[in-house]
């Protein structure tokens, strides 16, 4: 069980606005640890989307976006496109289990 | 450009020991700038972190996996590598090799192999 929780599933219409939670606690988010976002096709390897809850690598689009708040941390996605129906997945580093986390997942889906 | 790749083991045996080796093109292993990690994903399941290491040596591991992993690297061949030992059914999953961006606490992973599928059956 993550220490990092998702919804399992959020979606939207195309051109609408979703955003993807990612709950943790004062070891991880709280502490302050950075929170990054990955997006995962089904059967390809994840993909970097956002590190250090804001940058987007180079080739994102500024339609995605990171947010943090307290213990827990967003991603927003704006005009919501075919090609953003994936697994979503926040990570961190967590100082009480002495490593790397992830959330639980979030399957976007556009509708 | 840096790319990853991990071996295939395929099918291991209940109790044996899994090995995989991730090889690295396009940029060195021995960088001081980054770290160098696997992650696995279990069938229809989220992903999981199993370890990390730096070209000296240093290794950091899941507590939960830690009794039972080792992370190495050789930097001749420009390649680390993964044993899990005593695996179970419970071990099957897809194996990532990645990079971490850099060396501090919570460096995010920002290249990825595209993963071997280990499956642990007799």
């Known amino acids: 069980q993550s220490v990092l929780t998702q919804p399992p599933s959020v979606s939207g219409a195309p051109g609408q606005t979703v955003t993807v939670s990612c709950t943790g606690s004062?070891?991880?988010?709280?502490?302050?640890?950075?929170v990054h976002w990955y997006q995962q096709v089904p059967g390809t390897a994840p993909k970097l989307l956002i590190s250090?809850?804001?940058n987007r690598p180079s080739g994102v689009p500024d339609r995605l976006s990171g947010s943090k708040s307290g213990t827990s941390a967003s991603l927003a996605i704006t005009g919501l496109q075919a090609d953003d129906e994936a697994d979503y997945y926040c990570?961190?580093?967590?100082?009480?289990?002495?490593?790397?986390?992830f959330g639980t997942g979030t399957k976007v889906t556009v509708l | 450009q840096l790319q990853l790749q991990e071996s295939d083991p395929g099918l291991v045996k209940p109790s044996e020991t899994l090995s995989l080796t991730c090889t690295v093109s396009?940029?060195?292993?021995?960088?001081?700038?980054?770290?160098w990690g696997w992650i696995r994903q279990a069938p229809g399941q989220g992903l999981e972190w199993i370890g990390t290491?730096?070209?000296?040596?240093?290794?950091y591991y899941n507590p939960s996996l830690k009794s039972r992993v080792t992370i190495s690297v050789d930097t001749s061949k420009n390649q680390f590598s993964l044993n899990l030992n005593s695996v179970a059914a419970a071990d099957t999953a897809v194996y990532y090799c990645?990079?971490?961006?850099?060396?501090?606490?919570?460096?995010?992973?920002?290249?990825w192999g595209q993963g071997a599928l280990v499956t642990v059956s007799s």
């Open positions: 990645a990079r971490h961006a850099g060396i501090r606490v919570g460096a995010t992973l920002d290249s």
């Open positions: 396009g940029g060195s292993i021995s960088s001081s700038s980054h770290y």
């Open positions: 290491i730096y070209y000296s040596g240093t290794t």
């Open positions: 004062s070891s991880n988010i709280g502490a302050g640890f950075p």
């Open positions: 250090g809850y804001t």
């Open positions: 990570q961190t580093y967590d100082n009480i289990l002495n490593g790397y986390v």
